[in-house]
Nanobody
Framework: VQLQASGGGLVQAGGSLGLSCAAS????????MGWFRQAPGKEREVVAAISWRGGSTYYSDSVRGRFTISRDNTKNTVYLQMHSLKPEDTAVYYC??????????????WGQGTQVTVSS
């Protein structure tokens, strides 16, 4: 599967930004999807994940209540809406495709990443 993330940029603290990830190469609707991020000097961490039909979602403690993951299986796209952004949200954001319909089975394919920078 090929994943193409877009929508990153520079935003002030407290602002909002939306990311998109378009998938191709396999049946998008059969697999969970996720968003990860990696800040300089830190390990990559999961931000949010969504099951194959969108019925189940997961958020890390650091973004819960501020970020929303969603998907449109008719457009082979997963989204991440980010609100109340903080400087600590600054990172390269990656979308990832799950190995199965639920994110508990892990992720096996990664996009190229998009930079999100939050200024204070």
């Amino acid at each position: 599967v090929q994943l193409q993330a877009s929508g990153g940029g520079l935003v002030q603290a407290g602002g909002s930004l939306g990311l998109s990830c378009a998938a191709s190469g396999r049946t998008f609707g059969n697999y969970a999807m996720g968003w990860f991020r990696q800040a300089p000097g830190k390990e990559r961490e999961v931000v949010a994940a969504i099951s194959w039909r969108g019925g189940s979602t997961y958020y890390s403690d650091s973004v819960r209540g501020r970020f929303t993951i969603s998907r449109d299986n008719t457009k082979n796209t997963v989204y991440l809406q980010m609100h109340s952004l903080k400087p600590e949200d600054t990172a390269v954001y990656y979308c990832a495709a799950g190995k199965g319909p639920y994110y508990s089975t892990g992720f096996g394919s990664w996009g190229q990443g998009t930079q999100v920078t939050v200024s204070s």
